[in-house]
């Protein structure tokens, strides 16, 4: 296929009118070979820099650990639509809101390397691969995407600030294996089939398919995926019958795919089941019915003018606006607003990626920029692009991704990698142009300048330094590089430090939170908490463990079956708890009183400090 791309014109430099191939031209030019020499450098940067003093073969996310875990679960036989972590929560265990796609993949190469190695080796050798082979579509996905927006040199562009990215975040690292990375690759490809203006059926059903994807893996792409239809069928109606065959292409590959993905993933004793945190039949419904009413308005309107398709649009919203509200209600709001207080207070609140751009600003001023400036720059240059009337579909494309992404990000600030990551498109087009001024002009220094000052501010991590650097100063900087270091090894989260415990009898263990899923890894115990919304009932209840008296603590423990307690004095949350009641539990442990109903156990060289509860008898 072959994409228009305008060329400068002289007098212009933002304005192109020159087509350009998707393979013609010399190797340098050519998509794939160029996004797998960048994809392959970064893969070996990846590994030289982790891997050869990596303690643990995990990523240093709960994340990562919880996945390993559901991920052995799944290859030591428990069913493919059993999604209950039994080991986690109180009594009958924990319906996690994971999706089994993401677990396949993983299993599948453990599997595979088991036949080579042993034990935790082919886990490792899985954990390393997987991550990165996930570099290699990114980077077929932008450089795509950089072409597609201005041929050859906004290619080059686009694969730079994206290999920047990918090794600046942790989303793709060896042994982060969570699902958002997976995410990022879906939001790629599909900027990349979008800012198709020819209007190709295969871009736009492979969109479909990825969008499908999207919602099947994680409900967090929910927005930006609403915003994706909306944009398919904004075109339609703009556009009419030259465009009818790119919907119709979306529409059937999204009811089609996600039909699948409902089928496959959802257990069936689940089908009425609604979840606002993954696919179930809300989203389910919600999909089919909007595809279905895109697809029969592209036949529909056929014959009608643009005002008039614009109207059809009109009474789509109408239907899936009643829809959303009979099928699933209850996911129209904040799907953690309905949280215990104290569990927002003492868990939510603290959890980064969780927090808002209020927050952010309140809490750590130098992390802002490295989130949210490339965003505000990349809608910025978008609307300049709009208002010039230039490539206007494109940029307005790229605008609604970009805008619902940071959105996200002003809410919840784990959105910001996905603004980020397409702001690439935008400012590697602006890159190319001021470039382009710049070479026009070799004597104007000020043009060189703005140049250079334009590729340096593209970039999150700069600013993300940049204010680390403005907030704390070097030795600000380089100590919170060292608490970082030092927070993702976690002496109480070691293997070491929980070898004791797993030497011991199975029980229920009482831990915080950041703790539970490694002792899911490292222990056959049933843990009450971990850092996940849906176990409200174990982490509330290990919350109250350590919030009340000691003598009242006795029968929460009791209660909830608790047999052992594992207690780590620098653990952030214990540290919360403790100072929120000071004649707490857990107070009472870091001051060294510990209740008779505690039996200290031996432990390891480690802070972890571990307790038998003992019966009433005992």
């Not at 479909?208 to 927005?223: D, K, N, Q, R, S």
């Not at 809490?363 to 920029?369: H, L, N, R, S, T």
């Not at 070691?494 to 011991?504: D, E, F, G, Q, V």
């Not at 982490?539 to 009340?548: D, S, W």
Request: glycine share 8%.
């Amino acid at each position: 296929m072959t994409d228009a791309v305008p060329v400068a014109e002289k007098g212009d430099f933002f304005r192109r009118r020159r087509t350009v191939g998707a393979s013609a031209g010399p190797l340098y030019a050519r998509l794939l070979p160029m996004a797998l020499c960048y994809a392959i450098a970064v893969i070996a940067a990846l590994v030289v820099v982790n891997v050869p003093g990596a303690t643990d073969y995990v990523g240093a996310d709960n994340d990562d650990v919880m996945r390993l875990v559901t991920v052995r679960d799944l290859l030591a036989g428990q069913s493919w639509f059993d999604l209950t972590q039994y080991r986690l929560g109180l009594a009958g265990g924990t319906l996690m809101h994971w999706s089994r796609l993401i677990d396949l993949p993983i299993a599948a190469l453990v599997s595979l390397f088991r036949l080579y190695l042993e034990g935790t080796q082919a886990e490792a050798a899985a954990l390393l691969v997987w991550p990165l082979l996930l570099v290699i579509p990114l980077f077929v996905a932008m450089g795509l995407a950089g072409r597609r927006m201005g041929g050859t040199a906004v290619m080059h562009v686009s694969l730079g600030l994206t290999a920047i990215f990918v090794l600046t975040t942790n989303r793709f690292l060896p042994g982060a294996i969570d699902h958002h990375n997976v995410q990022l690759v879906l939001v790629a490809c599909i900027a990349a089939m979008l800012i198709d203006t020819a209007g190709a059926k295969a871009n736009f059903a492979i969109a479909g398919l990825m969008v499908a994807l999207a919602i099947a893996i994680g409900a967090e792409t929910t927005p930006f995926v609403a915003i994706v239809a909306l944009v398919v069928a904004v075109r339609w109606a703009w556009h009419g019958a030259a465009f009818a065959p790119a919907a119709r292409a979306f529409s059937l590959a999204l009811a089609g795919a996600i039909t699948a993905a409902f089928v496959t993933t959802v257990p069936p004793h689940l089908y009425a089941m609604v979840t606002c945190d993954s696919l179930s039949i809300g989203f389910y419904g919600l999909a089919t019915i909007g595809s279905g009413l895109l697809l029969a308005s592209t036949y529909v309107g056929v014959p009608l003018g643009r005002q008039a398709r614009f109207g059809i649009l009109a009474g789509n919203a109408v239907v899936i606006a009643a829809s959303a509200r009979i099928l699933a209600p209850q996911c129209l709001g904040n799907p953690l607003g309905n949280l215990d207080p104290l569990l927002i207070s003492l868990w939510l609140d603290h959890v980064t990626e969780a927090r808002s751009f209020l927050a952010m600003v309140r809490i750590d001023q130098g992390a802002v920029g490295g989130y949210y400036a490339a965003g505000v720059l990349a809608i910025a240059v978008c609307v300049f692009r709009i208002v010039r009337r230039d490539d206007v579909e494109r940029h307005a494309i790229l605008l609604s991704l970009i805008t619902v992404s940071f959105l996200v990000a002003l809410v919840q600030v784990r959105g910001a990698a996905f603004a980020n990551l397409l702001s690439i498109l935008p400012l590697s087009l602006l890159i190319i142009d001021l470039r382009r001024i710049a070479h026009a002009d070799p004597d104007d220094m000020g043009a060189g300048a703005v140049y250079f000052l334009m590729v340096i501010i593209s970039v999150p991590a700069v600013w993300a330094l940049g204010g680390s650097l403005a907030s704390s100063g070097a030795t600000g900087l380089f100590e919170r590089a060292r608490e970082t270091h030092l927070a993702s090894r976690g002496e109480c989260e070691s293997r070491a430090a929980l070898a004791p415990l797993a030497a011991l009898p199975k029980s229920v263990v009482a831990a915080p939170s950041e703790l539970g899923v490694h002792l899911l890894r490292y222990t056959p115990h049933r843990v009450l908490s971990a850092p996940y919304h849906r176990n409200e009932g174990g982490m509330l209840t290990e919350l109250h463990i350590g919030l009340a008296k000691p003598e009242e603590a006795a029968a929460f423990l009791r209660g909830a079956e608790v047999g052992y307690l594992a207690f780590c004095p620098d653990d952030p949350q214990t540290k919360i708890v403790a100072k929120t009641k000071a004649d707490g539990l857990y107070a009472a442990l870091k001051q060294g009183r510990v209740p008779i109903y505690l039996e200290p156990l031996p432990g390891g060289e480690t802070g972890l400090q571990l307790y038998k509860v003992l019966s009433v008898k005992e």
